[in-house]
Nanobody
């Protein structure tokens, strides 16, 4: 069974940093583009960042540009989201997802999803 497992969430003060990880259970996921999404209470799931299978191309939501960095290590079958200068509005459940093909912004393009990890930023 295909699995994506996120880790690294937690409680942090505003201005702090966290690094999320997403480990894939299948080796073939190294050829998939990966994305990070988040969902705050009462809000729709929104795009955060995405990275191509090779790592050469990345995309970010305007709200996180300059603060978040997405990266991947295909040898470890893992994608990361480094989050710096965190704000209370970054509080959400963060999900990683995989799509076969080019990087995408729309959540509907992603076929495989993790269970999510909670990030809480206190003011």
């Amino acid at each position: 069974q295909v699995q994506l497992v996120e880790s690294g969430g937690g409680l942090v003060q505003a201005g702090g940093s966290l690094r999320l990880s997403c480990a894939a259970s299948r080796r073939t996921f190294s050829s998939y583009a990966k994305g990070w999404f988040r969902q705050a209470p009462g809000k729709e799931r929104e795009f955060v960042a995405a990275i191509s299978w090779s790592g050469d191309s990345t995309m970010y939501a305007d709200s996180v540009k300059g603060r978040f960095t997405i990266s991947r290590d295909n040898a470890k079958n893992t994608v990361y989201l480094q989050m710096n200068s965190l704000k209370p509005e970054d509080t959400a459940v963060y999900y990683c997802a995989a799509v076969d093909g080019f990087i995408r912004v729309g959540a509907g393009h992603y076929r495989y999803w993790g269970q999510g990890t909670q990030v809480t930023v206190s003011s």
